[in-house]
């Protein structure tokens, strides 16, 4: 089955305490990305990658990285999580720009909790 | 700056009626316009999209309309079912963009069809 696949689902840490969220995919898509969404916001978008080691900040990076060294995954790292990067996570991916019109596909989310 | 509102928080259309779903934006550089529906604990799924050089697209009980003039995009549901509660947002890709498949989102309509 095509899909998403983000880990762990909840996440509940302490201020200060490094994790990392992973996230991989099995469509081959060139495209990965993710967003995090909070009430009243939307879903904004927080660091993107067009290929294989090509990663770029997307609306909101501060306090967030990422890594594309292979092509199915893309782990969000949280050097010090601080209360205000308690949120929804959602990691996405498509085929890329140079396929066409292709639609986000995303994963269940992360829901982190930061104390 | 919301670039994709979605003004209605909240639907409630009986079953087997139409459900009709606003959107507007206010950046012209946006190319491609998409739906997605989104239940709890779940991932937003990808529904239906239009690109801008057409104003309507049809997917069975889905049609969704652009009209570029006004910036305002719809999503009709015809006839509406049970299954079709939850979630949707509207969504928009700006035109070039580096390469960055980055969608705009709007911050949702809760659609509730009452049986």
């Known amino acids: 089955e095509a899909q998403v696949t983000q880990n762990p689902r909840y996440l509940i840490t302490v201020t200060g305490k490094k994790l990392t969220v992973t996230c991989s995919q099995n469509?081959?898509?060139?495209?990965m990305s993710w967003y995090r969404q909070d009430p009243g916001l939307g879903l904004r978008q927080i660091y993107y990658?067009?290929?294989?080691?090509?990663?770029d900040k997307g609306d909101v990076p501060e306090g967030y990285k990422v890594s594309r060294k292979e092509k199915r995954n893309f782990p969000l790292i949280l050097e010090s999580p601080s209360p205000n990067q308690t949120s929804l996570y959602f990691c996405?991916?498509?085929?890329?720009?140079?396929?066409?019109?292709?639609?986000?596909?995303f994963g269940n989310g992360t829901r982190l909790t930061v104390t | 700056d919301q670039q994709v509102k979605q003004n209605s928080p909240s639907l409630s259309v009986q079953e087997g009626r139409i459900s009709i779903l606003n959107c507007d934006y206010t950046?012209?550089?946006?190319?491609?316009f998409l739906w997605y529906k989104k239940y709890p604990a779940e991932g937003p799924t990808f529904l239906i999209s239009i690109s801008s050089i057409k104003d309507k697209n049809e997917d069975g009980r889905f049609t969704v309309f652009l009209n570029k003039s006004a910036k305002h995009l719809s999503l009709h549901i015809v006839p509406s079912q049970p299954g079709d509660s939850a979630v949707y947002f509207c969504?928009?890709?700006?035109?070039?963009?580096?390469?960055?498949?980055?969608?705009?989102f709007g911050t949702g309509t809760r659609l509730t069809i009452i049986p």
């Open positions: 969504a928009a890709r700006e035109r070039g963009n580096f390469g960055n498949e980055k969608l705009t």
């Open positions: 990658s067009m290929n294989v080691e090509v990663t």
């Open positions: 950046n012209s550089m946006f190319d491609y």
């Open positions: 469509m081959n898509h060139e495209y």
């Open positions: 996405a991916s498509s085929l890329g720009r140079g396929q066409g019109n292709s639609p986000l596909h």
